[in-house]
């Protein structure tokens, strides 16, 4: 049949042969307007009538209505089957998200340079009993290395994620850089030391500079630290 047909009041015929559509009818909880089970079977209805209106089981199901409490459990579901890391790289390097898959890391997220990026993980509920094992590390490795391939001081943070375990926030700053630090500290003590070996107490304007000196206080360093900032050690007369 053309567009063209219509019958003697001027309405298009074609319409007239399309089947009706039949909405199917959605039987909803009258309780709880659920569309999956009617009020005999509805377990907020159960607890409405029995229950204490001070027992958890009724404030799960009921408070502050059975509907919102409904919404307000499958959003709880929701995010227990979502469990999500949150970082933050205040760094100028980037840093990778790796999993550990039996044993072996596959780079899963970067995190670029002072970006903020969020990473969730969706599970099944039947899930449950397994945690899905993730490690930021501040180095962009090649493919198949295993945790024994990776240096300490690269891993920012060790995350374990499973079902209804939460999120993780994580501010990433990087790992401390100590040892300079260190040699910057062990070399400007030493060359002080020099300035009062070679006489400059013997100097009113820089005696109480260096009197003051004295008052720092340095931690315990070892031998090899000495060695390593490039100031006299035990390994000195050695070399
Ligand atoms: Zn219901």
Known sequence: MST?????????LENFT??????????????????NHTRNQCIAYRYSESYDENTSQYREWNYPNPVAARHIRAKKEYNRCH???????????DLYIYENKWG??????????????????????KDKYLSFQYYLIWDDLNPRLTMNDVFRDDVEEFICLEYGGG???IDAYGPPDIDS???????SRYLLEQLVRLGAKN????????DLVEDIQFPEVSESDKEDAGVPSVFTNYT
């Open 4 to 12: 063209s047909d219509y019958d003697e009041y001027g309405f298009p």
């Open 18 to 35: 399309e089947l009706p559509v039949v909405k199917p009818r959605v039987r909803c909880c009258s309780h709880c307007r659920s569309p």
């Open 83 to 93: 469990p999500s890391i949150t970082v933050c790289n205040h760094t100028t390097d």
């Open 104 to 125: 072996r890391l596959e780079k899963r997220f970067t995190i670029p340079a002072r970006t903020t990026k969020t990473f969730t993980k969706e599970l099944d509920e």
């Open 167 to 169: 999120n993780y926030d």
């Open 181 to 187: 630090w260190k040699k910057a500290a062990l070399k």
């Open 203 to 210: 100097n009113e304007n820089y005696e109480p500079i260096l």
